[in-house]
């Protein structure tokens, strides 16, 4: 069956380390995207992708960047990771339709804490 | 920029309650959907509406995108304990397929 993971489950890290999440997913999505979820906010999103070579900035991008270089996978890298960061990552992946109608399909999250 | 406001953020309610969670912008959407979230998990997709006025049902759950597409409303008859759970409103302003997500309402539902 497809799926989308995400890995690690947990980590934990220093202010200043450069930190990277991984997003693998084998549904053949053109789409994936990176959110992050507080309490509060709900989902925020941090970039995305329409395709490989492909990257977007959201609504939350200081501090994040993205790299598509397959169409499975999407990592998202802390360049110096910060306190304010400590969050929820969720990845999520959708077809191509760009009538807005697709179904996002996400991971399990990735919990992150910035000490 | 574009928000969607979802009240109430919190709901505690007795099995066999009916309750109702709004979702509100003041702009217009192509698209809303509703997504369901339990602890630990991501969210997972309830119903996509896409036309003016449109009502959609899943089984206990009725949904409604209002008619100038800038509001939508998730109605549950008689809940049940396994309702309980985050519930995320999400809309596509351009047709762009990336989501703008309301900050959630989180149901518990008390046996």
């Known amino acids: 069956d497809a799926e989308i993971t995400q890995s690690p489950r947990h980590k934990i890290t220093e202010t200043g380390r450069q930190v990277t999440l991984a997003c693998h997913q084998t549904?053949?999505?053109?789409?994936m995207f990176w959110y992050r979820q507080d309490l509060g906010h709900g989902l925020r999103l941090i970039h995305y992708?329409?395709?490989?070579?492909?990257?977007n900035k959201g609504e939350v991008s200081d501090g994040y960047s993205v790299s598509r270089s397959n169409t499975e996978d999407l990592p998202l890298t802390l360049e110096s990771a910060a306190s304010s960061q400590t969050s929820v990552y969720f990845c999520?992946?959708?077809?191509?339709?760009?009538?807005?109608?697709?179904?996002?399909?996400f991971g399990p999250g990735t919990r992150l804490t910035v000490l | 920029t574009q928000l969607l406001e979802q009240s109430p953020q919190f709901l505690s309610i007795q099995e066999g309650e009916n309750l109702t969670v709004y979702c509100n912008s003041s702009?217009?959407?192509?698209?809303l959907q509703w997504y369901r979230q339990e602890p630990g998990e991501g969210p997972v997709l309830l119903v996509t509406v896409v036309t003016g006025g449109e009502v959609k049902k899943l089984k206990r759950l009725t949904f409604q995108f209002g008619d100038a597409r800038k509001d939508s409303s998730l109605h549950i008859t008689a809940a049940q304990p396994g309702d309980t759970g985050l519930y995320l409103c999400a809309g596509d302003s351009g047709n762009t397929g990336k989501l703008i997500f309301g900050q959630g309402t989180t149901l518990q539902v008390k046996p």
């Open positions: 549904w053949n999505h053109n789409n």
């Open positions: 999520a992946s959708s077809e191509s339709n760009i009538a807005g109608t697709d179904t996002q399909y």
């Open positions: 992708s329409y395709g490989v070579q492909d990257t």
């Open positions: 702009s217009v959407f192509s698209s």
